[in-house]
């Protein structure tokens, strides 16, 4: 039994992270498509066939289920592949509706229509092409209503955090919140709406302000995650290992998740 993670790179390795502390007894197949990332400058059909070739290799690692931790790939791929690629006895889940369950203060597949929620003021940070999907604004007029929310595309972001340069991730990161800032001055809430963000959490926080409540989704996706799978025990698939696959460099990559992790990761070649 196994359950595949995957990102384009190093960023669903905060959402791995969370799923592996929260069900301890599940292995976890994690693919990293490193030789292609970043994702959030490329267009949707070629996010798409990325994301479909990176799932099917995790269908034959043993993974009928797997979480796409990944916003762009959830933004730009998934509706597609589940209106005419997912074969029946298969599962590819997305990571944006936790994270908005959690906005919009619902339990788990609670579909009543929309209504009023306390946060009224919320700032997206996103790639690109996640920016450019609207899928957030999407999925969120579908719970709330009087909503305004203000994107934010952080460029350089993913592309700096691949590389190991946190200094760059870091300046970055703060002339993203500052554009934001001057277009939503207040903001009650942001968003980390790319995996690679929480690992610059600090930084979001420190230049947002403290009153600003940081939603990122590693551990909203490890609850859900886990309640899924008390309800459908059959996704665990028939994987048996943890294990790293990376379309990158695997020492380059094992070093990166290693630094980035606080423990010993490796990877091999997908
Ligand atoms: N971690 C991916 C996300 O959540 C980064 C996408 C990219 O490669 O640009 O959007």
Redesign the pocket.
Known sequence: MAVGIF???L??LTVLDAVSKRSPDVPFVYFGDNAH????VRDSDDVYNLTTAAVERLWDAGCDLVILA???ASAAALRRMQESWIPPEKRVLGVFVPLIEALTERQWGDNSPPREVEVKHVALF??PA?VASRAFQRELAFRAIGVDVEAQACGGV?DAIEDGDLILAEALVRSHVDALKRKMPDPQAAILG???YPLMATTFQEALGQDVSVYSQANLVAESLADYLERHPKMLGTGTENMFLTTGDPKRVSDRATQFLRRKIEFQSA
């Open positions: 990102d384009s790179g960023g669903g990332a970043p994702y959030g990944c916003n762009t996103a790639t996640t993913v790319c995996t690679h």
